[in-house]
């Protein structure tokens, strides 16, 4: 459970007489490089191509500076969001991230577990290790919203989509930017495929759509079928517009980076953005998705919300993000690298140092409230450009 009030010492806590858990995501990640094996490490920490991409993400963060005001009485620091109708005690999601055993045998149930407790909006990928209706069991209370791959076979898309809807789900985030996999040389090099080894088959083998369209119940056969569903190029705006005609819950586009796509979404009827670029793991070369913000937070001018994830790996990046006009912001590695070193603990772990520091930095700011942080005065490379 989070509370809003801040006493002054948040750090201090991580100082104590038990076993020292990782601060910061360079400790975290040397952490369970040492804890897991190269395949799934690697498969987690890379990014495609020559890691342009992830190099960015962290420079588009490293650009922004802000000029803090004191004298503000920063006592009580107010970090609620609002989504959908619904308050939310941090601006925190848990980015939909998949084949969580690879991490830790208890995999997205300790995920949900700790998002539950800390009120945390859970995400949960289309290519999970458990069932969403088991997960849904795990953290009946959680706020969970389903993440769709689109479907070749799109009858599969839709029956994953009216499981999610019948196991209590609260929205759908559609990710766009994975209509083939993207060119990931770490994963070469350690000869490692998870899904190929079958760590997404949760959703797949409970599906009454998908398992009919195998031609029988072997692993061979199920592995095939996913990767032939699984990567969907034709996706395209029509799609968008017949997932809409099948449910009513939000929809969401993830991995939008373009403010035109931006205002296309809108114009669409979306009802939310998640500016992505996949935490540099689709294509490479592509703008940090910080950069990417602030041309879509303008043109989607408070129409629908905007999610940002990509490289958030403190409470200060959180706290830029919100400044410039993201309404909340989703992690993707850190979480993991929690649960790879101590189950939903480890999770709970790294989201709440990730909040407590952001609680710390609005106070540090001059802020009292994630709104407030609207007004926070930030500048690029030090002051020489101006925001
Ligand atoms: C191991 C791993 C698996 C992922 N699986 C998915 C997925 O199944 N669906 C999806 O939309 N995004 C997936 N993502 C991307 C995340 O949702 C998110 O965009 C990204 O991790 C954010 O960047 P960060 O890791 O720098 O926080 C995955 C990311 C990682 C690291």
């Known amino acids: 459970m989070m509370t809003n009030t801040t006493n002054g010492d948040l750090l201090l806590k991580n100082i104590n007489a038990q076993a020292p858990f990782p601060i910061s995501f360079a400790d975290l990640e040397k952490a369970v490089a040492e804890k897991i094996d190269a395949g799934p490490y690697g498969y987690v920490r890379s990014g495609a191509g020559g890691e342009q991409t992830l190099r960015n993400n962290r420079a588009a ?16 620091i107010d970090t609620t969001i609002e989504l959908f ?3 939310y005690p941090t601006p925190l999601l848990f980015a939909p991230v998949g084949m969580n055993k690879m991490a830790h045998e208890d995999g997205e149930l300790a995920v949900v577990r700790a998002a539950n407790h800390l009120e945390i909006p859970y995400i949960q990928s289309t290519v999970s290790s458990y069932a969403l209706e088991d997960v849904a069991q795990a953290a009946p209370n959680a706020t969970k919203w389903f993440q769709l791959y689109w479907s070749t076979n799109e009858e599969i898309a839709y ?9 209590g ?29 079958g760590y997404a088959r949760g959703n797949y083998v409970n599906d009454p759509v998908f398992m009919a369209s195998l031609p029988d119940n072997s ?11 699984v990567f969907h190029p034709t996706l395209n705006w029509e799609n968008v517009r017949e997932l809409k005609r099948h449910t009513k819950l939000p929809i969401l586009l993830k991995g939008i980076l373009h403010p035109e796509d931006a205002q296309l979404a809108v114009d669409n009827g979306i009802d939310g953005i998640i500016v992505s670029n996949h935490g540099g793991r689709q294509l490479d070369g592509v703008i940090g998705s910080l950069d990417a913000l602030p041309a879509i937070v303008e043109v989607v001018d408070g129409q629908v919300p905007v999610i940002l994830d990509s490289g958030v790996y403190r409470g200060m990046d959180a706290l830029k993000a919100l400044a410039l006009g993201a309404d909340a912001v989703a992690i993707g590695r850190p979480f993991v690298y929690g649960l790879a070193l101590d189950g939903q603990q480890g999770v709970e772990k790294v989201m709440t140092n990730l909040y407590d520091e952001l609680k710390v930095s609005i106070a540090l700011a001059g802020a009292t409230s994630v ?12 002051g020489v450009d101006d925001i």
């Open 61 to 76: 963060f490293e650009k922004y500076s802000i000029i803090p005001r004191f004298l503000n009485n920063v006592a009580n």
């Open 85 to 87: 109708g619904k308050t």
């Open 371 to 382: 709104k407030d942080l609207r007004n926070v005065t930030l500048v690029k490379n030090n």
């Open 219 to 229: 692993f061979e056969s199920y592995v095939q079928g996913v990767l032939q569903n």
């Open 159 to 167: 029956s994953m989509v009216a499981r999610a809807e019948a196991a």
């Open 169 to 197: 789900f609260e929205a759908i985030v559609l990710t766009v930017d994975t209509v083939m996999l993207g060119w990931r040389e770490e994963d070469v090099r350690n000869q490692f495929s998870p899904l190929k080894l």
